[in-house]
């Protein structure tokens, strides 16, 4: 069983910045494929981010250029970095990890294994 625990959401305004972590449990992170999605109340989950156990990356064209996601293997944890944030932007940031190896990054939720308890980003106008 892999727990996953968010960090770093939080209130700010529009233009601003924020950086989510995510720290898996487990002694094999660094073949994780990993990755963000959002979820806004009524609305379904989307994708965000991903990125590979090789560290390549896939971002959704709402984020592109804005938003970077980055994993530290020595520290065990995966980040998310967000820039020029906008309104829009808000919504509960959920970390997801594939603990089936694969060389590839994953858009789909139905990739991942296991999730975290999903963090607040609220961007104000």
């Known amino acids: 069983q892999v727990q996953l625990v968010e960090s770093g959401g939080g209130l700010v305004q529009a233009g601003g910045s924020l950086r989510l972590s995510c720290a898996p449990s487990?002694?094999?992170?660094?073949?994780?494929?990993m990755g963000w999605f959002r979820q806004v109340p009524g609305k379904e989950r989307e994708f965000v981010a991903a990125?590979?156990?090789?560290?390549?990356?896939l971002y959704a064209d709402s984020v592109k250029g804005r938003f970077t996601i980055s994993r530290d293997n020595a520290k065990n944890t995966e980040y998310l970095q967000m820039n020029s944030l906008k309104p829009e932007d808000t919504a509960a940031y959920y970390c997801?990890?594939?603990?089936?190896?694969?060389?590839?990054?994953?858009?789909?939720?139905?990739?991942?294994?296991?999730w975290g308890q999903g963090t607040q980003v609220t961007v104000s106008s």
């Open positions: 487990g002694p094999t992170f660094s073949t994780y494929a």
């Open positions: 990125i590979s156990w090789s560290g390549n990356t």
């Open positions: 997801a990890a594939r603990t089936r190896f694969s060389t590839r990054y994953y858009s789909s939720q139905d990739e991942y294994d296991y």
